[in-house]
């Protein structure tokens, strides 16, 4: 039986919303096809208050979580108007993280499901990641299911969003953590030289690497540390900005690419990954993928538009398929909790 489901998407470098329409379909094993899909970069005051949203008081983050949830079935409405879209099975909403502290037992992605519901009349899947810390996990990654389930023709497959992800299979077992930041670092200090982000990684290209800050960003504790784990912007606050005052912005971009790429060519070489599906907006970094290339033999597979820009709002629809059958959508392995499990609210 074929199900249609569209995934909405916001992640931590708010570029925008990725809505995703797929089609569903298990035979023999899941076939997935995507029908339609786009991104709506934020208008600036709702840029502003997704921001922010990590320093509001609790009352104005509540309401936050309420008007962000109206905010996305309008816009997964006029998505659907706007392509004449019909029988429409369910909406899977990740919603956009706040929070995520998963050592204190809580993650925080805003964007009330049932605010979705009201506005677009579909069924609606949302809140993936609070049951996995529950059960002990790290709430992340979750895209893994759909990496084993969608994409199992690759050894590995990369993301290259706000955080660098990796998922692969290892002794049988699918496990996948974050690797480094990307985007979210990369971003910043590109606007801080008046451009949206370093595209392409020309303004990279143009600075010098600096050995020092290079040495301090590669000896930080998470990298030595043991999968699975996972990362947010409470720790690029704490350990990445505050090294990079005072450094020039395109030496700053130079040095941060040059991590970001020994970062994920170590994990690459030392899994002995043969060929890596890259996706993510940092797929179209030429400059990053030229570096990793160079420190690794494996195999950098970059596909077709539409899955380097909408692989995760495709799989949180498939999450969304498997939450309605009541199959498994969470894998222990890859985050760490206490078994395999079935996360999500069903509105």
Known sequence: MKTLAIGLMSGTSLDGLDICLAEFEKKDKWHFQILEAETLPYPADWEKKLRNSIHLPAADLLELHSDYGFYLGQKAKTFIEKHQLENIDLIASHGHTVFHQPQRKFTLQ????????????????????????????????????????????????????????????????RIAF?????????????????????ENGDLAKKGEIDEALLNQLNSLDFYQRPHPKSLGIEWCNQHIFPKLNGIPPLDALATFTEHIAQQISAVINKY?????????????????????????????????????????????????VLKMNNEINVLSSATGSIADHCSGIIV
């Open 178 to 198: 974050d690797i480094s930041p990307v985007n979210i670092v990369l971003n910043h200090l590109a606007q801080q030289l008046n451009e949206n982000f370093d």
């Open 110 to 173: 805003i964007g009330d499901g049932r605010a979705v519901k009201m506005e677009t009349s579909v069924p609606v899947v949302y809140d993936f990641r609070s049951q996995d810390v529950l059960m002990q996990g790290n709430g992340a990654p979750l895209v893994p299911i759909g990496d084993e389930l969608l994409f199992s023709q690759y050894d590995a497959c990369l993301n290259l969003g706000g955080f660098s992800n990796i998922s692969l299979k290892s002794e049988e077992k």
């Open 272 to 320: 002995n990954i043969q060929n890596i599906l890259v996706s993510g907006g940092g797929a179209y970094n030429t400059f990053l993928i030229e570096k990793i290339k160079a420190k690794t033999e494996a195999e950098i597979i970059i596909p077709e538009k539409e899955i380097i820009e909408y692989k995760e709002a495709l799989i949180f629809a498939f999450m969304g």
